[in-house]
């Protein structure tokens, strides 16, 4: 009788333990959140107000820590299109503007986006004047880059830190048109392998769109696919889209001001969830149970629990 009791126990304990228990998956995201309402305060979000569901299930919020003070790290990249226009020499005191700005625990690189790769003029450096260093004028010739989505898998692949506690935010200066797809392809095989890229490297992207030719070279058409494309990053990997119409923006000032908002108002959120088969990228659904603006990626990297991404 003893025994029997001993393995109804045993049953009665299997069956309480949850899925993602037995499945051993896990995974982490950035989360932002922002007021219902401008000129109100951000809302307190605790780990109980959080509901997620990995590939449509219910899973575990097992860590929701807010991205605040010296105990949070950020890496930031700023990457320019090669490709894009000199007249973007108008907004490079904005640029250099914002990282001076940067929150104090940031480290920051600038980077070029050349022949397909990310070309980082410098390490991740918490010295502004040292990551300004490398900050300069685009040589604007066309087709440079060789795909904005190539470099941007490029710095995924290759992000320049191994810090996996740190957040990875990435400010893409672009105008998304992929030069190997012109006309616009939600299933672009390359915008898709960066966002599964960047999903993996957990990169948060905010494009900010500029245009790379002058005259008549860049239509309508192509402005509204770039922008597209670049919209389909940005709510992948849980960032913001930043572009005015078909046009450049007179100043990249304000897309900085709502972009330094965002980085003081993320969490970092920790889930457990059902791994089918594989490691891999899978949608994420977010939801916050208090009043306010929830910017969360779209898809989510699930690897092994206790085991490291592959």
């Known amino acids: 009788m003893k025994n029997l009791a001993v393995l109804l126990a045993g049953g009665a304990l299997l069956m309480a333990t949850p899925g993602w228990a037995q499945e051993g998956g896990q995974g982490r995201a950035i989360v932002t959140i922002l007021p219902a309402h401008e000129g109100q305060a951000a809302p307190a979000v605790t780990l109980a107000d959080v509901k997620i569901k990995v590939s449509g299930r219910a899973a575990s919020v097992t860590g929701w820590t807010a991205q605040r003070g010296a105990e949070s790290r950020l890496e930031l990249v700023v990457l320019i299109d090669s490709s894009a226009r000199t007249s973007l ?32 003029t410098g390490p991740l450096t918490a010295d502004a004047t040292e990551a300004l260093r490398g900050l300069h004028l685009p040589s604007g010739s066309a087709g440079s880059n060789g795909s904005p989505y190539f470099c941007l898998s490029d710095l995924a692949k290759n992000w320049p830190s191994s810090d996996g506690a740190a957040r990875r935010e990435v400010v893409m200066i672009t105008d998304g048109v992929d030069e190997y797809q012109t006309q616009f392809d939600p299933d672009d095989p390359y915008v898709q392998a960066a966002i599964a ?9 905010f494009p900010m769109y500029w245009s790379n030719r002058g ?3 860049n239509s309508g ?7 597209n494309l670049l919209m389909e990053v940005s709510d992948a990997t849980g960032g913001t889209s930043y572009w005015e119409g078909s046009g450049n923006p007179v100043s990249f000032e304000p897309f900085f001001q709502d972009l330094r908002r965002r980085l003081q108002n993320q969490y970092a959120l920790r889930f457990a969830a059902r791994l089918e088969g594989k490691p891999g990228v899978e949608s994420l659904k977010v939801h916050v149970g208090v009043a306010g603006k929830v910017s969360a990626p779209q898809q989510v990297y699930v690897g092994r629990a206790g085991g490291d991404r592959e």
């Open 221 to 227: 058409n192509e402005s509204n696919v770039g922008q």
């Open 197 to 205: 890229d960047s999903v993996k490297a957990g990169l948060v992207v």
């Open 89 to 120: 020499g108008s907004q490079l005191e904005d640029i250099a503007h914002f990282v001076r700005e940067a929150p104090e625990q940031a480290k920051v690189a600038i980077g070029y986006m050349q022949n397909g790769q990310a070309a980082l």
């Open 215 to 217: 005259g008549g070279g």
